[in-house]
């Protein structure tokens, strides 16, 4: 009788699994950092120039300067040859083309349909306003160098061309001035573009508040003696051509800031906040 010997079943064991690799300390320390501030203002300043209308737009600066300064040298007459009656004849279409580029600025991100993809990459859209508002403060103020320059330029032409000496009859702070006339004039345009969030809206709201509007106040107080002390109260316009063509005094920067609070901060502050609440599309 023979016996069978079985050898003995193995039960197999289940294989351990390797140990998760843990990332090591300075890796899982590390934070992402926003986009710097300087990197934004940079994107929204090369916006302006990339399309062929934003590009003929900023162009549109250098060349308004250069045709009112021909202008002023064929058509003034000699004793008006000098570096105010430039700065005069400049400054006039830029007050109208820079809140337009302020307003493109803030509008195009609507009107072409970036603003997913922008609010996207930048989620916090407070920072990317304030880059827009830099960036068409940065172009305000190069183009009144621009302008100075320029006018300087026709001042010494104009007076070598009619035999006079040249007349520098603008000082630093009337200079000052105009330049803080068109950052508030740029500064409405952007406030008009957060309001309205379409080109053709706020480049119409903003014709009737420069056009429309100082012609209705002037007739008022004209025809309304009740309201002519209270004009340069509520008049923005009024208020802003002061720092044209006159010394500015305590009761004048009073008169400014409160229209400009009326006109422009609070009208700004509810155009931001319905930009940070508001759905985009």
Known sequence: MTTQIQAPTQTPTPATPAPARTPSAPAAARAVRPIPTTRLVGVELRKMFDTRAGFWLMASVGIVAVLATAAVIIWAPD?????????????????????????????????????????????????????????????????MFVALAVGALGNVVGSAITGLDATWDITLTQFGNIVLANVLGMLMGSMLGVLFRSSAGAIVGYFVYSLVLPVAFGTLAAFQ???????????VN?????????????????????????????????????????EVK
């Open 238 to 278: 009024f208020a802003v051509t002061r720092l044209y063509d006159q010394t500015m005094t305590a009761e004048y920067w009073q008169q400014l800031g409160v229209s400009t609070l009326v006109w422009l901060w609070i009208p700004l502050a509810l155009g931001l906040r319905a930009v940070l609440r508001a």
């Open 225 to 235: 003696e009740w309201f002519r002390d209270l004009q340069p109260w509520v008049d």
């Open 79 to 143: 004793e008006a040859i000098t570096q105010n009656t430039f700065s005069t004849a400049i400054g006039m279409p830029l007050s109208i083309v820079l809140p337009i580029i302020a307003i493109l600025s803030v509008t195009s991100e609507y009107s072409q349909r970036t603003g997913l993809t922008t609010y996207t990459l930048v989620p916090w859209r407070g920072r990317v306003m304030t880059a827009k508002v830099v960036a068409t403060l940065l172009v305000g103020v190069a183009a």
